[in-house]
């Protein structure tokens, strides 16, 4: 007992009398730092110089060819009272909704009802196969997926408004890209379609490590669909929540590419978000110190939702072993 006591002690690294991690090998140390040297030179050189540059850049007046002009905190001030970026930044507001608050919330339905209904009463294969279609919008490149719907919402000739009329509801027929009362909720739905896969897999795959025992057990209790999905499934899987709601809403907030294909900022600027903000004061304004600034202040926005989603995703994890320890 004593033998296989201290085999396995040492098998996990520990000191076989303490129990003690036993300390790791100084050369092993060097190797993993040799191992993780190229990607740290790649984010040097690639994220955190040019980051660095952008905000220098941002204090400065320039267009791009000349010497800048030191202006220090002025493209700021700016900001502060410029009404277009503080527009562009609520319809980013209404971008988090359309592809974190809305996927997170179909996507947990999506994956509770494909593995806990669709996954047992007509088998795994058809789960699997409905969540690859899901799953395909994140697939296709957002080109590809914009000029697509660009066709289906095009106001003469497109998809939407010719179905509308087949019909019966020609009166519902809109410009769908062109009205500036609506065009931010199509681009909306847009993204709503575009997003949703990334949650429901990654919910399914989350749902894979829950113990049955759990659902069956409330199976024999009485409890329905609806209450094993909020007292087990939500319970269980909160890390992958707060995963996909930091992924998201990070991609939200610097979502660029199907405004650009969709909308380019129109009309009116009624779609432009500030990373589409920050693209055309670069190149179409010529202003690059407040470009950079537009773009900095995103930047670090960013980076504090990524720290409480990480602290968040921590916290759960760490309730959920205590609960099981």
């Known amino acids: 007992m004593t033998v296989t006591t201290e085999k396995g002690a040492r098998a996990e690294g520990k000191h076989p009398s303490t129990g003690a991690r036993a300390p790791r090998n100084p050369r092993l140390r060097s190797s993993y730092a040799l191992f993780l040297l190229p990607g740290a030179l790649a984010a040097l050189a690639v994220i955190i110089v040019p980051f660095l540059m952008n905000t220098a850049v941002s204090f400065t007046s320039w267009q791009g060819v000349g010497d800048p002009k030191w202006t220090g905190l002025a493209n700021y001030r700016d900001l ?17 909704v359309a592809m974190a608050a809305v996927p997170t919330l179909v996507g947990l339905v999506l994956a509770a009802a494909l593995f806990d209904y669709i996954g047992k009463h007509f088998g795994t294969r058809v789960a699997t196969i409905l969540r ?25 000739n497109g998809s939407l408004n010719a179905l509308l009329k087949a019909i019966g509801l020609g009166s519902w027929q809109q410009d769908w890209l062109g009205d500036p009362d609506i065009a931010l909720y199509s681009v909306m739905g847009v993204m709503v379609w575009v997003q949703l896969g990334f949650p429901l897999v990654v919910f399914m795959a989350g749902l894979q490590r829950v113990d049955p025992q759990l ?19 939500l319970q269980q899987i909160r890390p992958e929540i707060y995963v996909v709601l930091t992924w998201c809403t990070i991609a939200a907030l610097k979502v660029f590419g199907a ?67």
């Open 80 to 96: 502060l009272d410029d009404s277009e970026f503080w527009a562009s930044f609520r319809h980013s507001l209404f971008m988090v």
């Open 132 to 156: 690859a279609c899901f799953y395909l919008p994140q697939v296709l490149p957002i080109a590809v997926a914009g000029i697509v719907w660009s066709w289906i919402l095009a106001p003469d």
């Open 215 to 233: 659902y069956e057990a409330a199976e024999l209790d009485g409890a329905g669909w609806w209450r094993r999905f909020w007292h087990i499934t």
């Open 259 to 325: 405004v650009y294909v969709l909308t380019k900022g129109g009309p009116g600027g009624a779609t432009d978000v500030p990373s589409y903000f920050s693209f055309t004061t670069f190149f179409e304004k010529t202003q690059v110190g407040y470009g950079a600034a537009i773009s900095t202040v995103l930047t670090v926005i960013i980076l504090a939702l990524s720290l409480i989603g990480l602290k968040l995703q921590t916290r759960a994890e760490d309730a959920e072993e205590g609960a099981r320890a």
